[in-house]
């Protein structure tokens, strides 16, 4: 007959329960005992935490006039900035984390433990809202502060700096192209300037870079005359077209300059001094509790074995 089969009367359980009293109170009152010393003696650790919204225009102006914030895509994005290597590396090498977990670096493999630790202690997430809230979980508080604020900081940077690549490019190679035309107006003017001297003019004068062209010309060298036209036609066309690279280039270079609107901050890195680590009242309650069902069990256990050998005597 298996161990399941057997039907134990309530009652010789309870009795037997009774009878073992005093065994079960000692070991569920040392459990908790320990449990209790064991909460006191590991380090405690303490969160701090920062909440903010994304502002959904990227420009100063359309945010300044319609600030729009509270979109998941935006918090979806950021949430993967907040969460990407880079950052753990920054975040790392700033407050030297190897160190302060007293991580050995020469052991193979210690960077994905301190990744490990770095994903249980440093985390961020978004509300039903889409707020995003960073926290911290540090020995110190004020440590732990620093850390989130400075990933706050951070963030900010490495978004403006991701929205801002194409701008980047685009004031490099608008600055390319101005330059480049730039010096195709200054060969032009120049080769205008001989042309008049070999043609011993003065009728044209410069202002502003342009070339102000006095439209009496003299009857000698009439070759030389039609060129000078055709080149200072041609120096007008050219100084419209850079007048229209510069003007691209400028625009492209305040974009690129210009700051993108900041996070909605609704509260800023704030160290909260309540201990997040260990939980005593929950280690005290695993203890005991624990305890007291292993105790139970156990017991059971015992007494249906006995039976079980009882009635196989019998």
Excluded at 168 to 195: P, R, W, Y
Excluded at 266 to 280: C, E, H, N, R, W
Aim: proline residues 3%; positive net charge; hydrophobic residues 45%.
């Amino acid at each position: 007959m298996g161990l399941f089969d057997q039907k134990t009367d309530t009652e010789s359980v309870m009795l037997m329960y009774l009878r073992n009293w005093k065994l079960i109170s000692i070991v569920v009152l040392t459990c908790t005992i320990m449990a209790i010393v064991v909460s006191f003696m590991l380090t405690p650790r303490y969160r701090a935490k920062a909440s903010f919204f994304i502002p959904f225009n990227t420009s100063l102006e359309l945010a300044n006039e319609n600030p729009q914030f509270g979109y998941d895509v935006e918090a979806d994005r950021l949430l993967q900035i907040i969460r990407s290597e880079q950052m753990k590396d920054s975040v790392t090498q700033r407050f030297d984390l190897p160190k302060y977990y007293g991580i050995d670096t020469s052991k193979y493999g210690w960077q994905q433990s301190l990744s490990t630790i770095y994903d249980q202690r440093i985390f961020a997430n978004r509300t039903n809202v889409m707020a995003i809230v960073i926290e911290a979980e540090m020995h110190d508080p004020l440590y732990a502060a620093k850390i989130v604020d400075y990933i706050v900081g951070l963030s900010q940077r490495m978004r403006e700096r991701i929205l801002k690549t194409n701008s980047l490019l685009a004031v490099e190679s608008f600055k390319k192209d101005f330059l480049a035309k730039q010096a195709e107006v200054d060969t032009l003017q120049g080769k205008i300037l001989a042309l008049r001297q070999s043609l011993g003019e003065s009728n044209i004068s410069v202002v502003n870079a342009q070339i102000i062209v006095n439209n009496k010309i003299s009857g000698s060298k009439p070759e030389l005359q039609l060129q000078l036209e055709a080149m200072s036609q041609a120096f007008i066309n050219e100084q419209e077209l850079l007048s229209e690279l510069k003007a691209k280039y400028e625009m492209a270079q305040n974009t690129w300059m210009r700051p993108i609107p900041q996070f909605y901050v609704l509260d800023k890195a704030t160290p909260i001094y309540k201990k997040s680590y260990p939980l005593t009242i929950f280690n005290v309650s695993a203890g005991f509790f624990g305890s007291l069902l292993v105790m139970l069990a156990g017991l059971y256990l015992k007494h249906v074995i006995r039976a079980i050998r009882k009635n196989n005597l019998a």
